[in-house]
Every structure is written in C-alpha cells, then in structure tokens.
C-alpha cells in the first residue's frame, strides 16, 4: 500500500476531517436547495434560513451525536428541529405553500453526522448526492410524467417481482436426479433474460424514441433480434420504403444479438469466453459496420414509426413462465439427446433450434448443468444456433418484405449466418 493511500486512509478517520467533511456536504446541499427555489418559479419562495442554516443542521447533528452516542441529545436535537419545522410549515400554509421538501432535507441533513460515524465516508458521499440528484430531477419527473404509461410502474413491478421477490426464496437443491436443474437456475435464467430485454424496452420507449431505423434495430435486437426483423421486414415492403434505412436496422438487430449473446456468456457461463468471444465479436462487428454503412448511404434522416416494437412489453408473467417452461424442456431435451445420441445429437438440435426461439436452448447451455459436453461443443452448439436463428432471419426479409429489393440483405444475412453456423460446427 503506498505512503499516500496510508496518508488518506490515516486523514479520513480524524474526527476533524470528517466534521469537516459534514459541513460541507451541509453547505452544498443548501446551495442545491435554494437553486432548486429559484427553479419552481414562485414569486415569494419561502425558505427557513440559507445555505449557512444547512451547515449549522448538519454540524449541530454531528456534534450532538458524539457528545452523546447513545443518541439522547441526538434525539434532543431532532425535537428542537421538528418544532422549528412545525411553526415554519405552518406559516407556509398560511401563504398557500404546501411542500414538505424544506422539512425532508433539514432532516436527511442532520443525518450526516451519524452517517459520517456510523458508516464509511462512502456512504455519507451517496447520500449526499442522493438529496443533490432528486432535487435537481425535477424538470425529469414532470417530463416522465406527462410521457410515461400509466401501466408503466406495473411492469416495473413485475420486473421487481421476478427479480427480487421470487428468486432469493427458491431452493438451489436439485430436485430431479436425471433433470440438471434447479428451482434457482431456472428462475434466474427468466431474470436474467427480462433484464436485459426490460432494458432494451426502456432505451426504446423513452431515451430513443422515434431516432430512426437503425437505433430501433439496435435497441430491438437487445430483447428479440427475430421479432424485430420481422417488423422491419414488413415495413420494406411498400415502394417508397427507404430501404438503405431499414437494412441497416435489420443488420444492426443481428449485431445486437451477437453482442446479447456475448453478455449472457459473460454473466452465465464466462469459462466459455476464450471459445464464444471471437466469433461473436467478429460477428457483431461485421454485422455492426455493414449497418452503419447501410445507414449512411442516405444523408437523409427518416424516423421511425415502429410504435409495435417499442410498445411490446417484455415482462408479461405469462411470457416469464413460458420462457421458464421452455427453459426446463430445451435442458432437459439436451440432457436426453446427450446420453442417447452423443455430441452428435446436440449438433443437430442446436441447427434445428435455430428455427424457433433460441434463447431457451442458449441459457440451457449456460446453465451451470452437468451434461457431458465439453466447454468447446457448449460453445459450438450455441454458436450454431446463433448461426441457424440468422438463417431464418434472412428468410424472413424475402417472404415479408419486397422481394426483389431486399435480395442484397438477404444474401447479406445469409452468408452471416452460414459461417456462424460452419464456425459452431467446427467445435465439434
């Protein structure tokens, strides 16, 4: 450990520089405070003291906890500043003032002088810039709230549900002696998959909206690269479709499925790494730049009209307990195709997976089971289906979008996925 990392280890345990410190996140947090007045457009912002006054709550909670740790005079402390809230809300109320903020914040900040004792001076930086970034999300709130859905809090809880309610109470024993499957992996492999499908909705719902072809490609390829094929497939079809646009985002879906594959390697299985990651790096960079040469072949900007993907919602419960569904028989069908077939079975089905939803088949290969598969034939068999699924891909812009003009990127996809498919196969 170094002279200086022992030197501020040293200075931030003094008692004075943590006093300090205090005082300063006090003072700051006033400041924030009173521009957060000016911002609310009031003609007479009432406000119980400036910035110093912060700085006074904060040392005064500082100084009171260390004289009296057992929280006595804290407590003392918090009742005088309760009272003086009190009378000072009261003549708010008489003006037609109702917000508690000014109460809230005084509070939170004579906190920091507990915080700074109690945890370490980490924590008292996260809460200040806590207070500091909700108070400053004021223009955010009102934008969310005049664009958000009304049933968007709803998904945001089913997402919670899956994540943080359901999992943590499942068991991590193995039911089945035959079946390389717990209650846990399963559950996990439905968050994992939502989260980052929740994630791609939310960049396409609200951040991106409407920013044209290739960012829906990209966006939408994070959650299902298939379906957003097939969407952009069917806008190619009217003459006046701009295809150069379109293509790009087509390309850039299948670039985002690599790139999604190469993420669940990396969170599930990163022993596959030093198999899985060139291919599907290469492969997403070549899909990648093709989209952005695709996309610049026009200097003009068309945005999107795409509203059935970014409206789709991922997190649907019945569409997590299909997935888990899917998740069991995609293992347990590899499971059995392995003791009975060999490699050679799994060659098969992960070429033939590739023709419907990949995703259950890629996290049964990730799952930590204990098949037989070496980690090189787990890579190749995911490869594989990657490569397949890309197959199919480029058959759909053929039968649901023009024929004739979209030969190009159907040729494109094809020879993409015939050598992510030829690469898997020479795992095995």
């Not at 003006?95 to 004579?110: A, E, N, R, S």
């Not at 951040?207 to 299902?224: C, D, E, Q, R």
């Not at 098969?348 to 290969?365: E, H, K, Y």
Request: hydrophobic residues 55%.
């Amino acid at each position: 450990m170094s002279q200086l990392h022992l030197f501020l280890l040293e200075l931030s345990s003094q008692l004075g520089t943590r006093f300090l410190l205090v005082v300063c996140l006090g003072f700051l947090t006033g400041l924030e405070f009173r521009e957060y007045l000016l911002t609310r457009h009031l003609e007479h912002p009432l406000a119980m003291g400036s910035s110093r006054t912060y700085a006074f709550i904060s040392a005064l909670g500082f100084i009171l906890y260390n004289l009296n740790p057992a929280g006595l005079l804290y407590l003392g402390g918090m009742l005088f500043l309760i009272a003086l809230f009190v009378q000072f809300y009261h003549h708010k109320l008489q003006v037609g003032q109702k917000g508690i903020h000014q109460f809230l914040i005084g509070m939170l900040v004579y906190t920091y002088g507990p915080s700074a004792q109690l945890f370490p001076l980490w924590f008292l930086i996260l809460l200040f810039v806590t207070v500091v970034l909700v108070l400053g999300a004021r223009p955010l709130t009102h934008h969310l709230i005049a664009t958000m859905d009304r049933l968007e809090l709803l998904t945001l809880s089913k997402f919670l549900l899956l994540s943080a309610v359901i999992l943590p109470l499942l068991p991590k024993e193995y039911p089945f002696k035959n079946l390389p499957l717990t209650p846990f992996s399963v559950w996990m492999a439905v968050v994992v998959i939502s989260a980052i499908s929740y994630a791609g909705y939310l960049l396409r719902r609200y951040v991106f909206k409407g920013s044209g072809y290739l960012v829906t490609g990209l966006l939408g390829g994070i959650y299902s690269s298939t379906a957003t094929i097939v969407v952009l497939a069917r806008s190619s079809a009217p003459p006046s479709a701009p295809l150069a646009q379109i293509h790009g985002g087509i390309l850039g879906a299948v670039g985002m499925m690599y790139v999604r594959l190469l993420l669940l390697v990396i969170v599930m299985a990163p022993m596959l790494l030093r198999y899985c990651a060139l291919p599907l790096l290469g492969g997403g960079m070549i899909a990648l730049g093709l989209a952005w040469l695709s996309q610049h072949k026009t200097d003009k900007k068309i945005p999107d009209t795409l509203d059935n993907i970014s409206n789709s919602n991922p997190l649907a419960l019945r569409t997590a307990l299909l997935f888990a569904l899917l998740f069991v028989l995609m293992t347990a069908l590899t499971h059995f195709i392995l003791q009975d077939f060999g490699s050679g079975g799994i060659e098969i089905l992960a070429l033939v997976i590739g023709f419907t939803d990949i995703n259950p088949f890629i996290m049964s290969l990730l799952n930590d089971s204990r098949h037989d598969l070496s980690l090189a034939q787990s890579a190749g068999a995911l490869i594989m289906a990657a490569g397949s699924n890309i197959v199919l891909e480029s058959g759909y812009t053929l039968i649901l979008g023009n024929h004739a003009r979209n030969r190009g990127i159907f040729l494109k996809l094809l020879g993409l996925g015939s050598a992510t498919l030829l690469f898997g196969l020479g795992m095995f």
